[in-house]
């Protein structure tokens, strides 16, 4: 995703993110993707390209892992600083590992490159935020790492809040959504995912944080593989 390991780039808002997934994995000649899944800021980019989805009304499960639906400005304004001070100084693996006693030696190191591989000429100033251009057009930037420079023009969007992104569910679209334990994480709590026909079902992860694919992966393994064999039943060309 745009923004993250070596896909530098200069623009982040939200619909450029799913227009660039678009282009690279669902453009003609590629076959088309009938299980996708999205982690926290991935799932609101998932949610962004369910219209794209509609270009190729092929039968697809979407699987939303934790995904950032709303948050209110202090929860951002914490998040800014957490995620600022983990970037400017990346933590040992020993200090991660003692953090995540759940993860494995290889998540916490892949997590620790993925930090080390942020834009090095930027800093992670803004979190969630618009730019305010001269020409009064406003960009969404999202979970990204900005020039130190640029974070005077920058204001908090008030509020982030994307749950009518789920309007935009297509009919050959159906959805899981797995939600962390809430006594271990807030990010998406259960009463905002709304109720939808096209949402299959909503599971809370017992005893996951917020990074479920390290803390529960057999979770995800289980939904995806699930929905592959529901895929096939009902579609044999799926």
């Not at 993110?17 to 453009?27: E, G």
């Not at 309007?167 to 050959?172: F, L, N, S, T, Y």
Request: hydrophobic letters at 45%; proline letters at 8%.
């Amino acid at each position: 995703m745009l923004g993250h390991g070596h896909r530098a780039s200069d623009d982040f808002r939200l619909d450029v993110f799913a227009r660039d997934l678009y282009d690279t994995y669902f453009t003609d000649g590629l076959a088309p993707y009938n299980v996708i899944i999205g982690h926290s800021l991935g799932g609101t980019v998932a949610l962004a390209l369910l219209p794209l989805l509609s270009l190729k009304p092929t039968k697809t499960a979407v699987i939303l892992v934790d995904p950032a639906i709303q948050f209110n400005d202090p929860v951002l304004d914490a998040f800014e600083v957490e995620v600022g001070s983990m970037v400017e100084n990346v933590p040992s693996v020993e200090t991660l590992a003692a953090t995540h006693p759940k993860w494995t030696r290889q998540d916490v190191v892949s997590r620790i490159v993925g930090l080390h591989l942020a834009q090095s000429s930027a800093l992670p100033k803004r979190i969630f935020e618009v730019s305010v251009r001269a020409s009064g057009l406003v960009s969404f930037v999202a979970c990204m790492l900005l020039p130190l420079s640029s974070s005077p023009r920058l204001q908090h969007i008030k509020p982030f809040a994307y749950g009518h992104l789920f309007d935009a569910i297509p009919p050959h679209v159906e959805m899981t959504v797995l939600i962390a334990d809430p006594a271990l994480s807030d990010v998406c709590p259960l009463e905002l995912v709304p109720a939808h026909p096209q949402i299959r079902k909503v599971v809370t992860v017992k005893g996951s944080g917020h990074w479920i694919q390290h803390e529960d992966p057999e979770v995800i393994v289980r939904t995806a593989v699930d929905e592959v064999g529901r895929l096939r039943a009902s579609s044999p060309n799926a």
